[in-house]
């Protein structure tokens, strides 16, 4: 597996370069910004880019798709309910005071569960909403990784004070969803460093705690 991490923006977003070097299948997520500095790193890697994932449509994880989608003339891919806001990215531009971008053409959506191919990879999207509307995150079994947009991060979680926010869906996704994961998998978040679920039940203050 190759995954490259690249923090990008005013925002410091994380966008993930993911794929299988055997089959030079690869995918882009969330890339925010920064377009010439992700081309630049997707060359490096050698993969052919098949899909753009979204996680959630936050200007910070969306800036750079219209550009790298026409680069790479692949399919743009969110969940449902997060379409409107990606909509609504001039708006989102204006209230952070970033530069506005083109709105990207979604292409297709990912459903709760749903299997995405990617060579030998098999990121499962597992509905992770209370951030942002229709929030996914993305889990390799095998790889034993997950990337966790800005539902979980290492001490933290995403803020729930922009629109569609909600503390206690966001703490109900995490719950149900990432934390069953097994300890020793691997977080790959929106923002900061990655961690493990393990870690994360220990010791995240907003997660209590929680010991199996
Ligand atoms: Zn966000
Ligand atoms: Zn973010």
């Known amino acids: ?83 409107p806001m990606l909509q609504q990215m001039s708006t989102q531009a204006m209230m952070m005071g970033v530069r506005f971008g083109k709105v990207p053409k979604v292409d297709g959506y990912i459903q709760d569960e749903e299997l ?11 509905y992770t909403p209370g951030h942002a509307p229709g929030h996914l995150s993305f889990y390799e079994a095998n790889e034993g990784l997950v990337l966790s947009g800005d539902a979980l991060f290492a001490g933290s979680v995403g803020r729930v004070d922009l629109p569609g926010g909600s503390m206690e869906v966001l703490l109900r996704s995490i719950e149900e969803r990432l934390l069953p994961l097994p300890d020793e ?4 978040s929106g923002h900061g460093p990655a961690t493990t679920i393990g870690d994360e039940r220990a010791t995240n203050p907003f997660l209590g705690g929680r010991l199996r």
């Open 1 to 83: 597996m190759i995954l490259e991490m690249l923090t990008v923006g005013p925002f410091q977003e994380n966008c993930y370069i993911i794929g299988d070097e055997n089959t030079g299948e690869g995918a882009l997520i969330d890339p925010g910004d920064e377009a010439t500095r992700i081309a630049l790193a997707i060359g490096q890697t050698r993969l052919d880019i098949g899909r753009i994932i979204i996680t959630h449509a936050h200007i910070d994880h969306v800036g750079a798709v219209a550009t790298l989608g026409d680069e790479y003339a692949c399919p743009v891919l969110l969940h449902p309910e997060a379409e």
């Open 116 to 126: 995405l191919e990617i060579g030998s990879l098999r990121l499962r999207a597992m």
């Open 185 to 188: 998998t691997r977080v790959y």
